[in-house]
Nanobody, 113 residues
């Protein structure tokens, strides 16, 4: 049973923007901090950004000032706004319910130079 559903990935030129969305069930969303992770080919999965239930955020150094994580509690959805994209941002992006360790299926982001 799919609990987290990501969308919004795609192909974009360097310097462009994308917004990823992750929709969750109400029970998952209301009881979990939410995180966005990414995994590039041949590399380990890494945390990109996370947001607590109360809205506190943290970011990987590589995306600070370019990416913004937010959550809409009414829609049970977490977003990742990605601006000033770079080729090194190319990866599969996953959302995760942090406390329950549920993962989405991933969405591909490709940034061309």
């Amino acid at each position: 049973q799919v609990q987290l559903v990501e969308s919004g990935g795609g192909l974009v030129q360097a310097g462009g923007s994308l917004r990823l969305s992750c929709a969750a069930s109400r029970s998952i969303f209301s009881m979990n901090a939410m995180g966005w992770y990414r995994q590039a080919p041949g590399k380990q999965r890494e945390l990109v950004a996370a947001i607590t239930i109360g809205g506190s955020t943290k970011y990987a150094d590589s995306v600070k000032g370019r990416f913004t994580i937010s959550r809409d509690n009414a829609k049970n959805t977490v977003y990742l706004q990605m601006n000033s994209l770079k080729p090194e941002d190319t990866a599969t992006y996953y959302c995760r319910a942090e406390f329950w360790n549920y993962w989405g299926q991933g969405t591909q982001v490709t940034v061309s130079s």
